[in-house]
């Protein structure tokens, strides 16, 4: 592994451990060189995936990419850190359990609004109103609105 601080090669693992519930490896690693220390984490991967986008354009899955936008929409929520990372490590193995390769971006945001929706609805509205892209504060309501169970006219 590669010192992301000098660009040695010859990194040493001084401890690895389970992690995200046994699904990766984290390893401490030390960098003899210049001495740094960085962790990284390893994973099985059963396919790659490729995102198609609403463009059609084509792009590699990215992982980081998706944990990036589920911890924007959970910022500054009470939302465990281990649990964002099961939870990212599920969807992942949603999408790579599917069968397909090929994997339309609508439906990684479907997976994601819908994981979100079980942990923190302040995080699945917020993720809602960059996916659905909303304009204005009446697409905030009516999604609220839909979110709520419908109350009984007072007679």
């Known amino acids: 592994m590669r ?23 984290r390893r401490r690693r030390f960098c003899p060189a210049c001495g740094g220390r960085f962790t990284t984490y390893e994973r099985v991967q059963l396919r790659d995936l490729v995102v198609i986008k609403s463009s059609g354009r084509r792009e590699d899955f990215d992982r980081d990419k998706l944990e990036r936008s589920i911890r924007i929409a959970l910022q500054k929520r009470p939302v465990d850190p281990d649990r964002v990372d099961q939870m990212v ?34 995080a699945y509205v917020r993720f809602a109103s960059v996916y659905k892209n909303f304009q204005e504060a009446g697409d905030f309501d009516k999604f609220v609105s839909e979110l709520r169970p419908s109350a009984a006219p007072d007679e």
């Open 3 to 25: 010192c992301p601080f000098c660009g040695n090669i010859d990194t040493q693992v001084k401890d690895s451990r389970p992690a995200e519930d046994h699904v990766a490896i």
């Open 89 to 122: 490590s599920g969807i992942v193995r949603r999408l790579e359990s599917m069968g397909e390769t090929d994997i339309v971006s609508k439906v990684i945001g479907e997976i994601v609004m819908e994981a979100l929706a079980r942990i923190d609805t302040v």
